[in-house]
């Protein structure tokens, strides 16, 4: 039963953590229950599909689907958190605080919204297979009593939730106002993290060979295996062997973010006077 | 809107730029090494390459449950369905010991791979 409670917890911590800064950042946007509700129950679905095609998943790509489906997961939920911050970046006053009811800050809230349910469904999903995965295969095989496992799981099941309720607690004791600078810091180091997460799938599958070296050891400081360093790893992308390709890609995407929501954060404050200041 | 186009264009770009990669990246010579799994064991559960290689190993998963193999020090974690095969490469090692496990299985699904 602790067996359970600990792969399930594992995993599903991550996902936690993501879904509890979504919630935070989201917190001021109406209906967002409703999206990122929508966006766990599809991670999970699609998690169930995914474990139910493990097979035939790996067997893709020379034996590389997975990783190459992860990072091409990774890479939608990188795509979407720039895309978010950037749209907050020209639509952000109008929904910090007082104006959150502007009729059309909502129309267009939505549209941000539906970044941010794809990024908690893609979080869902990627470590909800595995779970699925664990899980079915105790419940198929029948030398553990199953009960006992899926209490454990439940129990871990619940302590994500824990995690998730925890990282929102904490974030909405920033005051609105600078709870927007602190969560686009966030998001921007959250998709950077999740880029290099996926730049280090594609060099598992050996699509990615250029840079490969591994620019520094600091396992000795902080494992990326273990709680603190897994929790690093999610929110800022930490690992403790670094390829020269990750880096880059790391600081590539930060420099990204920062340089679109320059271009585009900025007009809309000049070409319409923003209401909410 | 200009951003999105500019994002699509951005995938784009990159769905190219993986796309060259992939073909140009399978020249590489690597270590193989047949491994397998049945009734929560590796066999062998010792494997050795040598080091400042590539290694490959191939995983065949003899039981009908999924698992999923994993290496905290090789930076490795891969599913393998129950009764299926898997590749998993494995960057180039300084010598050493790097244990591996069934990460549903931890306790007693362990083995090692030994680069000297």
């Known amino acids: ?277 | 809107m200009s951003l999105s186009r500019t994002l699509s264009k951005a995938s784009l770009a990159a769905a190219a730029l993986v796309a060259i990669t992939a073909g140009a990246a399978i020249a590489q010579s690597a270590t193989e090494i047949q491994l397998s799994y049945k009734d929560k064991k590796f066999d062998p559960a010792e494997i050795s390459a040598p080091p400042n290689t590539p290694i490959v190993i191939k995983l065949k998963n003899l039981d009908a449950k999924a698992m999923e193999f994993e290496s905290k020090t090789l930076k490795v974690e891969k599913v393998v369905a129950g009764s299926s095969d898997a590749t998993i490469n494995v960057r180039a090692q300084k010598p050493g010991r790097y244990e591996f496990f069934d990460e549903y299985n931890e306790k007693v699904a362990r083995g090692a791979l030994v680069v000297k």
């Open chain 1, 1 to 277: 039963m602790l067996a359970a409670l600990i792969i399930v917890f594992r995993e599903i911590f991550e996902a936690g953590l993501i879904v509890g800064i979504v919630l935070a950042v989201t917190r001021t946007v109406p209906h967002r229950n409703a999206w990122i509700g929508g966006g766990v129950v599809a991670g999970v679905l699609a998690a169930c599909l995914v474990a139910v095609f493990a097979g035939a998943l790996s067997n893709l790509f020379a034996g590389m689907g997975q990783e190459l489906f992860n990072a091409l997961i990774l890479a939608i939920a990188v795509v979407m958190l720039t895309w978010h911050n950037v749209w907050m970046a020209r639509h952000g006053s109008e929904l910090a605080g007082e104006l959150r009811a502007a009729g059309q800050a909502v129309v267009e809230g939505s549209k941000s919204l539906l970044a941010l349910a794809v990024v908690v469904g893609v979080a869902v999903l990627r470590e909800g297979s595995e779970v699925v995965l664990f899980l079915y295969g105790v419940l198929a095989g029948s030398d553990d009593s199953g009960l006992s496992v899926a209490l454990g799981g439940f129990a871990g099941l619940l302590l994500g939730a824990l995690v998730c309720v925890l990282t929102y607690a904490g974030l909405v004791r920033i005051p609105t106002r600078k709870l927007f600078a602190v969560t686009t810091v966030l998001i921007a180091l959250l998709a950077a993290g999740m880029a290099a997460q996926a730049a280090a799938f594609l060099e598992k599958a050996d699509v990615l060979t250029a840079m490969n070296n591994v620019v520094w050891d600091s396992a000795w400081l902080l494992s990326d295996s273990s709680l603190p360093g897994k929790a690093l790893h999610t929110l800022i992308g930490y690992t403790d062997q670094p390829t020269a390709m990750q880096l880059v890609v790391y600081l590539a995407i930060l420099a990204v973010t920062f340089v679109l929501m320059r271009l585009y954060g900025a007009p809309a404050k000049t070409v319409r006077p923003a209401p909410a200041e």
